[in-house]
């Protein structure tokens, strides 16, 4: 496996990034890790959009359980958004024509704020383009998907995630 940890070093100093971590899976054991650049094998990276995933998962554990069905409207769990009308499905394949950001601050860049804040700036009259249009990227429309998994788990998203995702994976770290 030291060709792996070659390219891997390859990888990240041709990317010019700071570190990369990779595993390798055979028959769903853990085979191999390598690490190169920053931080090695303890690294830890911001989360960034892989939060979209995370909410993608527990949106469709949602739906395994009955509580949703993907061609609901966003409204049917978040009724107070501008974007009421926006299925599930559109908002979760970015295909809702909605904004790429919520209006404001760049949430990469500021703390981010509570949902009603988010709602009162965010009227739907920011779109892009027609539901199903094309394909455009929304950090909004998985906000709204967040918050819709929070209030039918009665709990926070991160809470949910950790509890219903991350422990169960035994990502404690992340």
Known sequence: ????????????????????????????????????????????YRIGSITKTMTAV???????????????????????????????????????????EPVGPWWERSPGVDLATLNAANDGSAAVASAGEYYHYSNLGFALLGAAVARLRGAGWWDVVRHRLLVPLGMTRT
């Not at 390859?10 to 853990?30: D, K, S, T, Y």
């Open 1 to 44: 496996m030291t060709d792996l940890q070659a390219r891997l070093g390859a990888l990240q100093a041709r990317g010019r990034l700071p570190g990369v971590v990779a595993g390798v899976l055979e028959q769903g054991e853990l085979a191999w890790t390598g690490a190169a650049g920053a931080g090695g094998l303890a690294a830890q």
């Open 58 to 100: 527990a949106v469709l554990q949602l739906r395994d359980e009955g509580l949703l069905d993907l061609d609901d409207p966003i409204g049917r769990f978040v009724p107070e958004t501008g974007y009421a009308e926006q299925s599930l499905r559109r908002l979760l394949s970015h295909t809702s024509g909605m904004q790429s």
